[in-house]
């Protein structure tokens, strides 16, 4: 491969969470001893706050009960459920414990999270009863009867909500911790390295199969504290998690980067924009985070000069077309000091390029910023020559924080990330002559729906599933709300008799809501190429038409 020059390898931006706490676990007690009876998390909802010097025995308590559990290291534990403060304290007793970490998306139907457990073999889940109305217990012994029972799988723990079945709740799942020896629990903490394996998240490709992503302790502790870095967190901070939790931002740069800088973790499980203006005043929140419509809501109100917003500081934001008025007004009519905004995705531990906070409101809104420290951002050809600058390439990554690898999937992995190191991200963009990036298109059929992924193969899977579908191909389009969301083409099987509105709120009912296709259109055949594929451009052209 051609190297050309590198974007800002010799920037040193701030402190190395690797270096400073070497694993999570070792993060959550340095943080007890640092930043003592300050506030670390506080649900208002669940009206309980829980100050660092506390977190740290509640993260042992749970690393216990997962260890009476079965649960040893290297063993998969999953979390099935929204911003609650019961998450962080699972996920970091859960990799206390020396467990890996799966998040499961709530949107998830029966069917998606028995795939994601399974494949990840999780020996424990720890998940919700009654969330927006939802039994996740009873959806997910429902996909067990039709799809197999789940062995690996042996305990269920309810953290809110109604336990059911063998199923227990969490003051039953933290006295079982009462059967561990504390010191075994001291001593597998201790005995967990940097480079051992913390989560796995999951994410589809081409293939339609989700795939596990695996990132190691030191590589989330040094990306996310850059990232606090670059966005100016600080102890004392109030920082309102809109983002969920299972989402690598919600997680990562939500409890990881709250945590490791002494800020106070506040969870939103619902996301409501008039909620989160509420909350402002009320919680003095400083750091909030978000997609633009949340932000552009807000300030569409026109009783905004009624709410007090001076705590706001900082903010985060991205993942749709951003107006250059929008982060100017975000400095100007919200009051924020610093706002920026990046790039990032799950192989790349969640994170590779950044603005910076004394950028422009252009280049804030319009570009996605350059690679942060420590880590290389390339725009190249299909033979892997890095092109001009201002020209469209791939955009590729390479550095500490490029994943290990997906789960079991050496195959996918190495079609990810060549022989030199580099990430594929199958992301299309143009690089200026100063490093930042910007993302002009998708290699890859991925797109994104209010700013989750969404992979046409995976929602061809599980469309293929309805009884009268033969065939389907699911492409995006733009939306005006949501940015993109999924048209789906399908043709029906001989005799079966189906309309688009039926489908689509089958698919409603099968698949979380941003998977579902907004429209789903019945044909009688698909454009094909010489080698029989679906030639997709033509029916995003059919779809434009349509639509115009």
């Known amino acids: 491969m051609q190297i050309g020059s590198l974007t800002d390898m010799s920037a040193i931006e701030g402190p190395r969470g690797d270096l400073e706490f070497e694993t999570i676990p070792r993060m959550v007690r340095a943080t007890a001893h640092r930043y003592g009876d300050a506030e670390a998390i506080v649900d208002v909802d669940a009206g309980v706050s829980i100050s660092y010097a506390q977190l740290a025995p509640r993260v042992i308590e749970a690393a216990a009960a997962f260890t009476a559990c079965g649960i040893r290291p290297g063993d998969r534990v999953a979390i099935w459920a929204p911003n609650i403060w019961e998450w962080p304290v699972a996920a970091l007793g859960a990799q206390s414990a020396g467990a890996i970490l799966v998040p499961l998306n709530t949107r998830f139907k029966g069917a998606e999270a028995h795939y994601v457990l399974r494949r990840s073999g999780a020996k424990t889940l720890v998940t919700v009863n009654g969330f927006l109305d939802t039994n996740y217990v009873e959806m997910l012994e429902s996909a067990s009867e039709e799809l197999g029972e789940l062995s690996s799988l042996t305990t269920v723990v309810v953290a809110r909500g109604q336990s059911q079945g063998d199923a227990i709740d969490w003051p039953s799942f933290i006295r079982r911790g009462l059967q561990t020896d504390p010191n ?220 290990v690898g997906y789960f079991d999937d050496p195959t996918e992995t190495a079609e990810a990330v060549d022989t030199d190191g580099w990430l594929h991200t199958g992301d299309i963009g143009t690089m200026d002559s100063r490093g ?42 733009p939306d005006d709300r949501m940015g993109e969301v999924g048209h789906a083409f399908v043709i029906l099987r001989d005799g079966a008799h189906a309309t688009g509105p039926e489908i689509q709120a089958w698919c409603k009912a099968e698949m979380a809501n941003y998977k579902a296709p907004k429209i789903v259109e019945v044909v009688r055949e698909f454009p094909l190429n010489a080698s029989g594929k679906v030639v997709k451009f033509e029916l995003r052209a059919r779809a434009m038409d349509t639509s115009n």
């Open 184 to 403: 075994e629990v001291i001593a597998t903490l201790e005995s967990i390295q940097p480079g051992d394996i913390s989560d796995m998240l999951f994410t589809s490709g081409t293939t339609g199969a989700p795939k596990g992503v695996r990132t190691s302790h030191a590589q989330n502790l040094r990306a996310f504290r850059s990232w606090s870095h670059v966005i100016g967190l600080q102890p004392g901070d109030r920082y309102l998690v809109v983002n969920p939790f299972f989402h690598a931002f919600g997680y990562k740069a939500g409890i990881l980067a709250a945590l490791m800088c002494g800020s106070t973790l506040l969870p939103h499980a619902v996301f409501d924009a008039a909620a989160v203006l509420e909350r402002i005043p009320r919680d003095r929140i400083s750091m909030l985070p978000g997609p633009p419509a949340l932000f552009q809501t807000i300030l569409a109100r026109n009783d905004l000069d009624q709410f007090d917003l001076s705590s706001l500081r900082l903010s985060v934001t991205g993942a749709a077309a951003i107006p250059v008025t929008l982060i100017e007004d975000m400095w100007t009519r919200l009051g924020f000091d610093n706002v920026v905004t990046g790039y990032g995705l799950t192989e790349a531990t969640g994170i590779a390029t950044m603005c910076r906070y004394d950028d422009d409101a252009e280049t804030i809104a319009t570009t996605s910023g350059r690679a942060i420290e420590g880590v290389e951002v390339l725009v190249v050809d299909d033979s892997n020559v890095e092109v001009a600058r201002g020209t469209p390439g791939e955009i590729i990554v390479r550095g500490y924080n490029v994943m």
């Open 436 to 477: 930042y990036i910007k993302i002009t298109d998708r290699k890859k059929d991925m797109f994104i729906v209010g700013g989750f992924n969404a992979y046409p193969a995976e929602i061809e899977s599980l469309m293929s599933r309805h009884t009268a579908i033969a065939q389907v191909a699911v492409i995006g389009v």
